[in-house]
């Protein structure tokens, strides 16, 4: 979302991919805060001049760190949110959300919803790249609940927005005490609770 | 909860509370890996050497904040907490829930919340002080719901324990999606949501 980053020959977007896996990865373990650019120059072997010359300050490398979180994990579970315009889909989604939590001990959280939290006071155009990342990842699921009420497995009254929101709060809220409590009962419990409400819907 | 307070004198105790009330107000507006004890001392008036006799360490004074807030938070909306053994109490305390960050602007978001997405990792001791904190607000919760079912009002089948965990999650994860995107909407749908899938259990 740089406006520099079409005019970047190769190596240099390379370099700035490395600074922003670098910086997130920093960011992740250590928070924001805790990471200051000289950690970043040392761990990604860069000059501070670099740092500044695709990013302009900290926080548009903070907002360039959002975004590859929100791209990153996007990716990764596309196959799973193109499918959740059935409640198979919905179900597999949220198995795969918890067993991807089993897999690293229920540690670290959700990359994006810890920048949320530690970000949202910061400055207006991060809170806004913020509500971006969120609006991408509630958006598959709307779409895939409009899918699900256009196919008549949802009553007419089931409004997706809403209950997309529902289920957005239940993974980051699940993801949160699942974090804190090193089992992912609170984040499976919350999902099915989620996916429960969506299922009265169900015609 | 810190094994030194209960000898401490009236003013001791007092300087103690002036340091955590500094602390918690400066780690809410600028983090926690922000906030550094040169802050602390000027804002609270205080030496370090006095910020060490009372904490021992960042980590000592962290976990202080952290019982700090979740007292204040508790303290303040005890009544609504020990009423939430009917649907109309358990509505009453979403209601109030909305209207305080509509009174903020929505801005800050859950002052616990915030420090568990910071400090998850930081410490064992310190997660366990956050998950002993998260405890705290779920207890309510659930003695409320086990009340209800006791009373008749919920089916034998309904869980209160799992039920408390849909609702907490639904309050952190609509918080944070609430500050993010700076209106109560998805707090108010993320709360309407669990209280309509606990309704599902209703006899």
Redesign the interface.
């Known amino acids: 979302m740089s406006a520099a980053e079409p005019r970047l020959t190769a190596p240099g977007r390379r370099t700035r991919e490395r600074i922003v896996e670098t910086a997130a990865e920093l960011m992740f373990?250590?928070?924001?805060?805790?990471t200051s650019i000289p950690d970043i120059q040392q761990a990604a072997g860069v000059s501070a001049s670099q740092i500044y010359h695709y990013f302009k300050d900290k926080q548009g490398l903070v907002r360039a760190v959002i975004e590859y979180r929100t791209e990153q994990a996007l990716v990764h579970q596309r196959p799973l949110l193109e499918a959740l315009d059935s409640f198979e889909g919905l179900r597999a989604w949220s198995d795969s959300v918890v067993a991807i939590q089993d897999g690293r001990g229920c540690?670290?959280?959700c990359e994006v919803?810890?920048l949320?939290?530690?970000l949202?006071?910061s400055c207006p155009e991060t809170?806004t790249a913020?509500?971006a990342s969120?609006e991408r990842w509630e958006e598959p699921i709307r779409v895939g609940l409009v899918r699900l009420r256009g196919r008549g497995k949802l009553r007419a009254d089931a409004d997706p927005h809403?209950?997309a929101?529902?289920l957005?709060?239940?993974?980051?809220?699940?993801l949160?005490?699942t974090?804190?409590?090193?089992t992912s009962?609170?984040?499976r419990?919350?999902l099915?609770?989620?996916l429960?409400?969506i299922a009265?819907f169900a015609t």
């Open positions: 373990r250590k928070g924001v805060a805790g540690a670290g959280g919803g810890s949320a939290s530690e949202a006071e809170r913020l509500a969120f809403d209950l929101t529902v957005l709060a239940a993974l980051q809220g699940g949160l005490l974090q804190v409590r090193r009962h609170p984040l419990t919350a099915d609770g989620a429960a409400y009265t």
